[in-house]
C-alpha cells in the first residue's frame, strides 16, 4: 500500500497544503490565502475558522489533483506559525475573537510591567523566553482582560487556548483531542522547558487557569483522527506536528548538535541544534524545544526576525512598487549598490537580537538620486543584514564561525539575496532541493510517529543540495554592515 502524507503548512500569509510519498518527494501541492487584520496600529488578527475552513478547501483541492494510486494510505501532519493564538468556547467551538498573531504587539506595555517589576529573569530561567508580546501569553490575558465576559469563562472553565495547530487539530477531530506539541509550547512563555511542562507559576504570572491548556504531546506522536469534513470517506491519522520553524530544523535535517538553518519567510527564524540540554541562551537569544522525538528532547537556540519576506510584500501589495516580489530581483540587480539607502523594517518593532517592540520602520539614505531600483535592493538587502545580526551572535555562542547555513523558504528563490547573505555572513548558504522545509519536517515527524522510518539516518540521506552560495570578496562587506548597524542604532532605545 502506498503511502501519501499531506503536510499542512499553516503559514502567517496561508494555508498550504503539501502531498509527499514515503520517499518524502513532494508530489502536490496547493494554497490558499487568508486575510490580515490590522484592527489599531500595532495590532495584527487572524479569523482562526476562516483559517480552518481554508485548510479543509486546501486538502480537497489537493486530493481532488494529486496522482495517487487507489490504494494509497493517507495521513495528515502539521505545521504552523508559531505563537499566534486563539481562544475559544469549547462547547459553541467558536473562538472568542480573532486570533492575536505573532506580529502583534498589544500586549508591549504588559511585558515591559513584568520587565521592570524583575520578572525578566525567572521567565527567561523557566521558559528559556524573552519577555516579550511576540510569545502568546501576553495576547491571552489581553484576550481575557478585554473580551466582555471571556474573564469569567475562562475561570469557570468554558474557554480553550491554543496555538494555531492546537485549534486545528480540535477542530479535525471534532473537538475530541486538545492537544499541543512540546515545540509550539515552548513559544507561549507558559512552558517551563526543564519539567517539559506548563510552568503554574508563569500562568499565575499571566493570570491564565490552567484548565485552557492544552495537553503536551511529542512532535512524533500521533494526535487522533479525522475525515476532513467528508473528504476522505474513512477516518485517517493525524501524526507529527510541530512549529514552521522546527520543522525547517528537521526537514534540512540538522539532527545533530552544532547543525543550524535559516527559515526564509514571513519573519525569519534562525536556530542551530543544542542537544539534549537545555542551555541558557546568551544575550539576544532564546532557547527552545528544538523538535522531540524517539523518547528525547532535542533543544536549540533561536532567534527571530519579525519581517523579511513581510517586508517584500508590503512592498508588493501596500506600496505596488512591482506586482509581486519575485519581480524584485530583476530591478535590485539593476543598480550596483543600494545608493546609501538602508530600510530597517521595524514594521512590527525589532526581535532578536535587539527584542525592541516600539520601534517603529524607517529608511535612511534617501536622496533625490534614489531610484525604485535601490529601494527594492535595500529591501532585500535588509533581510540579509537582520540574518546576520543574529548569526554573529549565534555562531560566538557556539564557539564560532558557522561552517555552513541551509536555507529553505520561498525568498531562496533569489539568487541575489542568496549570494549577497553569503557574501555578509562570510559562510556558504546552502539551498536544499524542498523549499517548503517546514512541511518536510513535519512529514518526517510523522513517518516516526507511525513506524515508516525507525531512526534519523534513514531520513537524511533524502536531503538533496541545489545550490551552494559561497561568499564572494566583497570589498565594501564591513562599510555596508556598518551603515546598517549605524541606521538601527538611530532607532533603539
Sequence with gaps: MSQRIIAVDQSTSSTKALLFDEQCHMIGRTNVDHHQYYPQTGWVEHDAEEIYNNMVEAIHQLVKTADSPEDAEYSIAITNQRETAVVWNKQTGKPISHAVVWQDTRGAELCRELRALGYAKRVFDKSGLLIDPNFSASGIKWLLDNIEGARQQAERGELLMG??????????????????????????????????????????????????????????????????????PHPITIAGVLGDSHGA????????????????????????NIGEEPLAAPQGLVTSVGFSAFGKTYYGFEGNIYSTGATLKWIADQLQLVGHPAEMEALATSVTDNGGVYI????????????????KGAVFGLTFATTKAHFLRAALESIAYQIKDLVDVMAHATGGKLSEICADGGPTKNKFLMQFQADML????????????????????????????????????????????????????????????????????
Excluded at 344 to 359: D, M, R, Y
Excluded at 441 to 464: C, H, P, Q, Y
Design 249 to 272: 530544523l528537521v526537514g534540512q535535517m540538522c539532527f545533530t548538535k552544532g547543525s543550524g538553518k535559516v527559515t526564509y519567510g514571513t519573519g525569519s527564524s534562525v536556530m542551530v
Design 426 to 493: 562570510e559562510t556558504p548558504v546552502v539551498c536544499t532541493e524542498v523549499d517548503d522545509a517546514s512541511a518536510l519536517g513535519a512529514v518526517i515527524m510523522n513517518g516516526f510517529a507511525r513506524g515508516l522510518w525507525k531512526n534519523f539516518d534513514e531520513v537524511t540521506s533524502f536531503r538533496k543540495v541545489t545550490q551552494v552560495y559561497k561568499p564572494n570578496d566583497l570589498p565594501t562587506r564591513h562599510a555596508l554592515y556598518q551603515d546598517w548597524r549605524n541606521a538601527v542604532n538611530q532607532l533603539i532605545k
Design 344 to 359: 530597517v523594517p521595524a514594521f512590527s518593532g525589532l526581535g532578536a537580537p535587539w527584542w525592541q517592540s516600539s520601534v
Design 163 to 232: 496555538t494555531i495547530e492546537t485549534w486545528l487539530i480540535w477542530k479535525l477531530t471534532g473537538g475530541k483531542v486538545f492537544a499541543t506539541d512540546y515545540t509550539n509550547a515552548s513559544r507561549t512563555m507558559l512552558f517551563n522547558i526543564h519539567t517539559m511542562d506548563w510552568d503554574d507559576e508563569l500562568l499565575q504570572l499571566f493570570d491564565i487557569p490552567r484548565s485552557m491548556m492544552a495537553e503536551l504531546r511529542s512532535c512524533d506522536a500521533t494526535y487522533g483522527e479525522t475525515t476532513v469534513e467528508g473528504v476522505f
